[in-house]
């Protein structure tokens, strides 16, 4: 979309209209530090004037990242704002933050043991009760908690399984056109995360869609393990808040 590619350019437009000033660990008031940061649609965290962004170049340190993602929440500080609209305070220190897309990526999959998910389009085609998992789990009542149902749950910030949101099949959705997979998220960050494409790959296999549906049409239910979910909105509205 229109918005994606003006997010896939911002480092330039940054550079040549809006002609941001800083340098990391300025001191704007005495015993006071600014820093700042740059996170990709692969959820990698860099310092945003790092010339080469790539795997070598990220912040890698789980303790690190599970501090820095913790605290990551909307800049409403009165300075640069238009540019950086997360921060992630850590005392005396402001870190201003930017990114690709959204601040939370969820990279991936961890199963209910807190295990790492390698083969996710494997993993999904197994019936809920071969693992262990409670067959009554398989009810179609309604008072049943999809977090119950499903014990998944997805990864961001580069921390493992130290920063996780319980995995619920039915807030994923897949944008037409670009196929960005989102998922629901914290709520303080807009309730919505992008999902890593590597793993949105993975997902999109169990993505149904209605009948005579074209190419622009999102897809309406996913089948996960065994059960079909219907997609319910609050995904979509959360980004549409967004724009």
Not at 38 to 62: C, E, M, P, V
Not at 66 to 83: I, L, Q, S
Not at 143 to 152: A, D, F, N, R
Request: hydrophobic letters at 35%; a positive charge; glycine letters at 8%.
């Amino acid at each position: 979309s229109d918005k994606m590619a003006r997010l896939r350019v911002q480092p330039l437009l940054r550079s040549l209209t809006r002609c941001v000033s800083y340098v990391q660990g300025q001191a704007p008031s005495p015993k006071s530090r600014e820093y700042f940061y740059y996170i990709d649609h692969q959820g990698q965290l860099f310092l945003d004037d790092a010339r080469l962004k790539n795997f070598i170049t990220s912040f890698k340190d789980k303790k690190f990242l599970e501090f820095f993602f913790k605290r990551v929440k909307p800049n409403t500080t009165g300075r640069y704002e238009a540019d950086f609209p997360y921060v992630s305070p850590c005392g005396r220190e402001m870190n201003y933050v930017r990114c690709d897309d959204l601040p939370i990526v969820f990279t991936h999959l961890f199963d209910r043991n807190g295990q790492v998910i390698q083969h996710v389009a494997e993993y999904g085609k197994t019936p809920l009760d071969s693992n262990g998992t409670d067959s009554s789990f398989k009810s179609e009542a309604n008072s049943v908690p999809e977090t119950e149902i499903c014990s998944e749950r997805l990864s961001y910030g580069g921390a493992g399984n130290m920063l996780t949101v319980p995995f619920q099949p039915s807030k994923l959705c897949m944008l037409p056109g670009g196929g960005r997979v989102y998922h629901a998220g914290l709520e303080k960050l807009g309730g919505v995360g992008l999902v890593k494409s590597s793993l949105a790959i993975e997902l999109s296999r169990f993505f149904l869609y209605e009948p005579g549906a074209d190419e622009n049409s999102p897809p309406s239910k996913f089948v996960w393990r065994g059960r079909t979910w219907g997609l319910d909105s609050s995904v979509l509205q959360s980004l549409n808040m967004r724009v």
